[in-house]
């Protein structure tokens, strides 16, 4: 009766503890999404390209023709991308509370697709585990020769939020 009575009080303080955190666990997130996203823009993607070496296509922002066709990349707004980013990329990743990991994954979602991000990516594993396995997703595209540089100096890039 001792034992039920003590693990009954250990999930109330757990639940306590659960609500009274929830809201500082999500204003962290979400400082923590806006800085990454900010980082990701000005460090890695950025204005209007039309590159034909690229299978996206017209890209801005790192949103491209290929994944929204009906988008008018050209005069795509920096708001509207980062609208993109939260709807179509950020809802669809694991929540990850490692900034430097966090961040990773999140630029590797918007670079090659959620879905690749998330195939890299499983619970527990270190930063360096997840650049390196990015870092060989790349090596393995056909286009590497041509983008491999840049891709590796993203892959890099270190996030400060």
Known sequence: MKT????S??????VVLIIV?????????DDLINKAIAFI????????????????GETKYGISKRAYPTLDIKNLTLDKAVQIYRRDYLSKLPV????????QVLDMAINAGPGTAL???SPGMSVDTYKAKRIAYYQSLKNYPLYGKSWTARVNKTFLP
């Open 9 to 14: 009080i250990i999930i109330v303080v757990i």
């Open 41 to 56: 823009i000005k460090n890695n993607e950025g204005g209007y390209v039309n590159d034909p070496n690229d299978p996206g």
């Open 4 to 7: 039920k009575i003590i693990i």
């Open 96 to 103: 990850i509370l490692n900034p430097q990991l966090f961040y």
């Open 21 to 29: 955190n929830k809201n500082k666990i999500s204003d962290m997130t």
């Open 119 to 121: 195939k890299l990516y």
